[in-house]
C-alpha cells in the first residue's frame, strides 16, 4: 500500500491520547491523513501532535475532549471542521473497561461505562453525523469489541456497552444504504494496551502497533464489520456467542 493512501483526507478521533487511538493515530499520519486528534488528557494529545509534526506531518488538531458532555463534542467537532475542513473518517473510539460481577462490581464504574462507552460514542455519532450530511459524505468508524458477542462473567457492563455500539451502527448502516455515507464496525479481541493490561488472561493478545495497522488497513477497505484481528477471533466470537451458559460460566 502506498505510504501516502490517505493524502488530503482528515480523520477524526477519540480517545486519541492512548491505546488504538493513539496507534490509529500514528498509523493514519503515516498514510498521510490530516489528523484531528482528541481525548480529556490534552497532555498526552500535545505531546503526540509534537511527535507527529516532526515526522513530517500536517499540522494536526488536538482538542480536550470528555465525550460524556455531548455540548463539547459538537463544538469541538466544530473547531476541527473550521481547522481541517471536511472530516472524511470519524473513528468513534473513546471507551472504558471495569471488570466485575453484577452487583459487586460498584454501580459508579457502571454508570462510568455506559456514560462512556455508550452516551459518549452516540454524542460522538451524532456530531459526525450532522458533519457528513452538512458536507454530503463521510466514513463512520465505531470501536466495538468482541466482548458485544457474548455476555461474559465479570464483563456485564462492558459487553452491554459494546453490544449497544454494535447494534446502533447497524441501525445506522441500514439509514445510510446507498448513500455517501460509510459505516464500519471494528470489534478487536485482546490488544495490548493499558484498558486490559490488569487482566488476568488476555487469550490471542496482539501488540498494540499490529492491532494499530490491522484497523487502519480495514478502514481503508472499507468493510461493514469485522473482529481484529479477524483470526481467530471471526469465529471464536461467533463460537462464544452460542456456547451454552454451562461453559460460558467456566469462564469466570
Ligand atoms: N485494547 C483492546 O484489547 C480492546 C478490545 C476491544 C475493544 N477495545 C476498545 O477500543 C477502544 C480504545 O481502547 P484502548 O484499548 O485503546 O484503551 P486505552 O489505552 O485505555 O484508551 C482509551 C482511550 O479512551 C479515552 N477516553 C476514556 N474516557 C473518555 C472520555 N470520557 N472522553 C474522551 N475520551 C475518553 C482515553 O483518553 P483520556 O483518558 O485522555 O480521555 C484513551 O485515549 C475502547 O473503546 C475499547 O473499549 C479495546
Known amino acids: 500500500m502506498s505510504l501516502q493512501a490517505g493524502a488530503g483526507k ?10 488504538l487511538g493513539r496507534q490509529m493515530a500514528i498509523e ?5 491523513y490530516r489528523l484531528a486528534l482528541t481525548a480529556r488528557r490534552l497532555d498526552a494529545l500535545k505531546a503526540l501532535q509534537a511527535e507527529l509534526e516532526k515526522e513530517g506531518a500536517d499540522p494536526v488538531f488536538v482538542a480536550a475532549l470528555d465525550v460524556t458532555d455531548d455540548a463539547s463534542v459538537a463544538q469541538v467537532f466544530a473547531n476541527a ?15 472504558i473497561g471495569h471488570h466485575g460481577a453484577i452487583g459487586k462490581l460498584p454501580f459508579a464504574k457502571v454508570r ?22 452538512e458536507q454530503g ?10 466482548a458485544a458477542f457474548r455476555g461474559m462473567p465479570g464483563g456485564g457492563a462492558y459487553g452491554a456497552s459494546k453490544a449497544a455500539v454494535s447494534t446502533y451502527l447497524e441501525s445506522l448502516r441500514a439509514e445510510t444504504h446507498n448513500s455517501p455515507i460509510l459505516v464500519t464496525t471494528l470489534s478487536p479481541g485482546f490488544i495490548d494496551t493499558p484498558i486490559n493490561r490488569a487482566a488476568k488472561s488476555r487469550p490471542f493478545v496482539t501488540p498494540v502497533e499490529k492491532g494499530g495497522k490491522l484497523l487502519v488497513d480495514l478502514i481503508e477497505r472499507k468493510v461493514e464489520r469485522a473482529t481484529v484481528p479477524r483470526w481467530p477471533w471471526a469465529v ?5 456467542a452460542v456456547l451454552p451458559t454451562g461453559v460460558i460460566a467456566k469462564l469466570r
Open 28 to 32: 493514519f499520519s503515516r498514510r498521510g
Open 10 to 19: 482528515s480523520v477524526f478521533i477519540t480517545g486519541a491520547s492512548s491505546g
Open 112 to 133: 462510568d461505562i455506559i456514560n462512556t462507552n455508550v452516551i459518549g460514542f452516540m454524542a460522538t455519532v451524532e456530531a459526525a453525523m450532522h458533519c457528513f450530511r
Open 81 to 95: 471542521r473550521a481547522q481541517l475542513g471536511a472530516l472524511d473518517i470519524v473513528v468513534a473510539n473513546a471507551g
Open 236 to 240: 471464536v466470537a461467533r463460537l462464544m
Open 137 to 146: 459524505h463521510g466514513h463512520l468508524v465505531g470501536i466495538s469489541s468482541v
